[in-house]
T-cell receptor, first 113, second 114 residues
Framework: AQSVTQLGSHVSVSEGALVLLRCNYSSSVPPYLFWYVQYPNQGLQLLLKYTSAATLVKGINGFEAEFKKSETSFHLTKPSAHMSDAAEYFCAVSGGGANNLFFGTGTRLTVIP | KAGVTQTPRYLIKTRGQQVTLSCSPISGHRSVSWYQQTPGQGLQFLFEYFSETQRNKGNFPGRFSGRQFSNSRSEMNVSTLELGDSALYLC?????????????FGPGTRLTVL
């Protein structure tokens, strides 16, 4: 069985501050992990994905995430928050040959000017 | 390439009715998945179609069904609508069979059941 847990349904940061969104996963098979972003009234856009090639994954818009097997974590970070980063972020896991994603409950990021 | 398109974008129905939602994947993508997004339950997987066959199914009642056509376009149908079916329904397509291929999402269809 696979699942992800996102700690913190709401995170607020000041513009220019570090963004850290937490995701822990559970998987009985080697996982593939994803971070998606959703802006209001839109679908999901892929930020980055981990497919076992490298533990530090760089994505779009300056985001990156590090896969830590020992901690079963895949936290999303960005060194300096921008107002345009305000959105909802979802961590997701798949694996075991299935093409469906299991999503976390999401973290709403607010950026304070 | 054009992205994933979903029609209609908004839909209002009443309890007991049925509804059909449509999804056109990115050209060349053969896998189409459907998800339901609600404030209470979050994002939940409904089913996945690949080459006109349902390959995977989530934990939803039989009122939720889908199909895929030879051009990879997909439809999902919900019969006997309930208030709890109000949600954003998202369609996603991917190009290959393997699970690590990223899924590209459409903008969704927002269904309101009155």
């Amino acid at each position: 069985a696979q699942s992800v847990t996102q700690l913190g349904s709401h995170v607020s940061v000041s513009e220019g501050a570090l963004v850290l969104l937490r995701c822990n996963y559970s998987s009985s098979v080697p996982p593939y992990l994803f971070w998606y972003v959703q802006y209001p009234n839109q679908g999901l856009q892929l930020l980055l994905k981990y497919t076992s090639a490298a533990t530090l994954v760089k994505g779009i818009n300056g985001f990156e995430a590090e896969f830590k097997k020992s901690e079963t974590s895949f936290h999303l970070t960005k060194p300096s928050a921008h107002m345009s980063d305000a959105a909802e972020y979802f961590c997701a896991v798949s694996g075991g040959g299935a093409n469906n994603l299991f999503f976390g409950t999401g973290t709403r990021l607010t950026v304070i000017p | 390439k054009a992205g994933v398109t979903q029609t209609p974008r908004y839909l209002i129905k009443t309890r007991g009715q049925q509804v059909t939602l449509s999804c056109s994947p990115i050209s060349g993508h053969r896998s189409v998945s459907w998800y339901q997004q609600t404030p209470g339950q979050g994002l939940q997987f409904l089913f996945e179609y690949f080459s006109e066959t349902q390959r995977n199914k989530g934990n939803f009642p039989g009122r939720f069904s889908g199909r895929q056509f030879s051009n990879s376009r997909s439809e999902m149908n919900v019969s006997t609508l309930e208030l709890g079916d109000s949600a954003l329904y998202l369609c996603a397509s991917s190009s290959l069979e393997s699970s690590y291929n990223e899924q590209f999402f459409g903008p969704g269809t927002r269904l309101t059941v009155l």
